[in-house]
């Protein structure tokens, strides 16, 4: 195509100039890749943190509602009364887990009894939240035996493992008994068994862990559960997951996502900040791409008119300007987009003392589909102006200049 | 005969806000083939602007161009413009080549641009050009390296390349010293002998019209027929 040598000719003539608007162009989907996978990784480790110390879906028995049955045999309506009185548990849990065992998608099923107790120590008292659970499968949902400091995991039959921060409180360490009162009034005396430190204040302040078995007495479950944890391979999948075991156990579940409201919101509002800087690198770009048209065309003005006096149509000569748009675009955004996941790789090789990324970002997720079709398509929409001013001006005129 | 060009009652009147310049009045001007024609008239006397008509760059405020027999100030603007590119060529003083390009391609880019690029006939074809007007020494020469005479010359070669019926040229040698202006007006002489080319040259240089074969003058806005004469050009 004879346009395209022209165009290409045109840029070739002020090389530093192109070199300069290439590299403007480059530098500004350098700015959106980066932006694009830090955005990404850290939306990525943020969920990370959550799901993995956190279960992705929880089952726990529905609320009750009284319902109202219809009878059009009888003149009366029936009532199916419900007791509020009556415990809330999952009685069935055994057949609820073995269903769960059969889902692939499933990683790890964790029965659990949770309520609410006191630790007395002399005249000190805490209130703890008591999470029980089977002793082998302590780190089912949160990597509890990872994060203990001081004694050991068993579980013993009158074992308590509780946070750092409530040990020092309380004064205890390992080995030491406390009195262990529910709120079902009943209190027992348990032994410190092992102290974790999460890291999470709260958790380190408030949280305890008993066995199963212990709880149950204590609780005044001889048999049931109060709620089924499960962790999933996917954690994207963890919504629909709920819906359909939800309808499979009339059990009520609830993913992780409705759990974590406040991330959700965090990830949007961080998912709209990149998009705002995402397209103001990229108006930028395209503003540049424009104005150093523009000026070309303007440059050329004599030029220009001469081809239309010999008769070269409008149209050739706003498919010149297009060209140069469309090649500005491509070898910009091609080049931005190497620079930007050669920066990003490069920041990825920082970690923390701990092994983790001093930078969540990940370059992989740059974005590099979506930018090179947005500079490219912007590209040449951005030499549309600078295309029609060429293609309108009067020959005349531009050749008497 | 039919003629090259034929410009009946050629009225022209700018108007700039609410004051207008009236430029050209009832201008007849006939051209029969094989004509090397000097439009002379003093500065301002409307030469460019009836140059420009005649050539479709200027629409007429009244009047009727024919071209090669053929009416041409009716034309749509890409009509305009494919005529232009096909049966009229141009030269003008100033800013003819495009200089990003050897000259060998500016003499092919009216046929390449209106084509399909640039192909071994265009190619061949201008090189014969060129060699016509004395640069197959400058044939890959860029054209912005040319002296403002080889540029002229090669702005000849370009006006051929598609063998129009009419070429236009406006102050050709303005801008030349005058060993090369005489060089370029030798040219189209030779090219106008030889190939029977009609040349339209606008001018005000009186040495300009003694290379041509007839010669006609604009005054205040008319064709002054008293002073439309037939010369024998030196050689
Ligand atoms: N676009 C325009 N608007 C208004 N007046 C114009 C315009 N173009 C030309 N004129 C006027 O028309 C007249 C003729 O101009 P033109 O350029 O045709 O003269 P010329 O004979 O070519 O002069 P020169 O020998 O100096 O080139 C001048 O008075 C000029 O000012
Ligand atoms: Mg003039």
């Not at chain 1, 430190?197 to 709260?202: L, T």
Request: proline share 3%; with cysteine; aromatic share 6%.
């Amino acid at each position: 195509m004879f346009a395209f040598l022209v165009a290409r000719r045109y840029l070739g003539s002020n090389p530093w100039q192109t070199a300069l608007l290439v590299a403007g162009v480059a530098l500004g989907v350098t700015a959106f890749v980066f932006i694009t996978a830090l955005i990404q990784g850290l939306a990525t480790r943020l969920t990370d943190d959550v799901t993995a110390k956190s279960a992705h879906v929880s089952l726990e028995p529905a609320d009750r509602v009284a319902r109202i049955f219809h009878n059009p045999r009888l003149h009366t309506e029936a009532v199916a009364l419900v007791s509020t009185l009556q415990r809330r548990q999952i009685r069935a849990w055994t057949a609820t887990v073995a269903l769960l065992e059969s889902q692939t998608s499933v990683t790890a099923i964790s029965p659990q009894i949770t309520g609410s107790a006191v630790l007395v120590r002399g005249e000190a008292a805490a209130p703890v939240a008591v999470t029980a659970i089977d002793p082998r499968q302590l780190d089912a949902i949160s990597p509890v035996s990872r994060e203990i400091v001081a004694g050991d995991t068993s579980l013993n039959a009158n074992g308590i493992l509780i946070g750092v921060r409530l040990a020092e409180t309380m004064g205890l360490s390992v080995g030491q008994p406390v009195l262990f009162r529910t709120d079902r009034g009943i209190a027992r005396l348990l032994v410190v068994e092992g102290i974790f430190k999460s890291g999470v204040q709260s958790v380190d302040e408030r949280v305890a862990y008993l066995s199963l078995d212990t709880a149950r007495p204590l609780f005044l479950l001889p048999a049931g559960v109060t709620n089924i944890e499960i962790k999933l391979k996917d954690t994207g999948q963890a919504r629909s997951f709920a819906k359909f075991i939800g309808g499979a156990t009339g059990l009520r579940a609830t993913p992780w996502q409705d759990k974590n409201s406040g991330l959700a919101d965090a990830l949007t509002a961080q998912a709209q900040t990149g998009t705002l800087i995402q397209a103001f690198s990229l108006i930028s770009v395209l503003i540049g791409i424009a104005s150093a048209l523009s000026l070309s065309a303007n440059r050329r003005r004599s030029e220009i008119g001469i081809m239309r006096a010999f008769g070269i149509s409008r149209n050739f000569i706003a498919s010149v300007f297009l060209l140069q748009g469309l090649m500005i675009g491509i070898v910009g955004a091609s080049l931005g987009c190497f620079a930007g996941y050669g920066l990003c790789s490069w920041l990825a090789t920082f970690t923390k003392t701990d092994g983790t990324l001093a930078l969540p970002i990940a370059p992989s997720e740059g974005g590099y589909a979506l930018v090179f079709l947005l500079t490219t398509g912007g590209a040449i929409m951005a030499s549309v102006i600078p295309a029609r001013s060429a293609a309108r001006l009067d020959a005349l005129e531009a050749i008497q200049q | 005969m039919t003629a090259s060009l034929d410009a009946r009652s050629i009225n022209m009147t700018f108007r700039n806000g609410d004051e207008l310049t009236r430029v050209l009045v009832d201008v007849n001007v006939t051209l029969a083939p094989g004509e090397l024609v000097a439009l002379l008239g003093a500065s301002g006397s409307g030469k460019s602007t009836l140059l420009s008509i005649v050539g479709l760059l200027l629409r007429p405020t009244a009047g009727i161009i024919t071209i090669g027999g053929e009416r041409a100030d009716i034309l749509s603007d890409a009509k305009s413009s494919r005529f232009r590119n096909t049966r009229l060529g141009f030269i003008f003083q100033f800013h003819n080549l495009l200089p990003d390009f050897t000259a060998l391609e500016n003499v092919g880019f009216p046929a390449a641009a209106a084509g399909d690029g640039m192909n071994a006939a265009i190619r061949r074809r201008a090189e014969m050009l060129l060699s016509r007007v004395g640069l197959s020494e400058r044939i890959n020469f860029p054209a912005a390296r040319l002296s403002g005479g080889q540029k002229q010359r090669v702005a000849i070669a370009r006006a051929l390349m598609n063998h129009p019926q009419l070429v236009l040229a406006d102050e050709p040698t303005g801008s030349l010293d005058r060993a090369s202006a005489d060089q370029v007006l030798a040219l189209m002489r030779e090219i106008n002998r030889e190939d029977g080319t009609t040349f339209l040259v606008c001018t005000h240089d009186e040495r300009v019209a003694s290379h041509c074969t007839r010669r006609i003058t604009l005054r205040d806005g008319r064709i002054d027929s008293a002073l439309d004469t037939q010369i024998t050009p030196e050689t």
